[in-house]
């Protein structure tokens, strides 16, 4: 009896260990996988405010639109600022800007020695 139950709870330890090992090698956000599956839709993010970095091109513009079309409140920032208009009169377009967005000009120094 005391041979089955260690060998189940070695079974149960190399199962845990080989899942926390393989969970290690994903190349993405544990929790972002898991609330794709399961979490919340983005029509939960209506009226809370996000702050977009790098809001002026690629990824960071596609996600400025997607969120405006779910009224989603956006702080947009980025380091070229007539970029950053065109972005926010885009929006406009859509008709999903709300008063409240805000569109910053960031600059990002290095402090020390490059």
Request: hydrophobic content about 45%.
């Amino acid at each position: 009896m005391w041979e089955l139950l260690i060998g189940l709870a070695l079974l149960t330890i190399g199962f845990l260990a080989l899942t926390v090992w393989l969970l290690s090698r994903l190349d993405c956000d544990l929790q972002l996988v898991i609330y794709s599956k399961f979490g919340h839709s983005l029509h939960d993010l209506r009226g809370k405010v996000c702050w977009i970095i790098g809001a002026n091109s690629s990824n960071g513009e596609a996600l400025v639109y997607i969120l405006a079309t779910n009224g989603v409140k956006l702080v947009l920032s980025g380091t070229n600022r007539q970029r950053l208009d065109e972005v926010k009169s885009r929006c406009q377009s859509f008709g999903q800007l709300d008063p409240d967005y805000w569109v910053e000009k960031n600059e990002w120094t290095v402090i020390g020695k490059p």
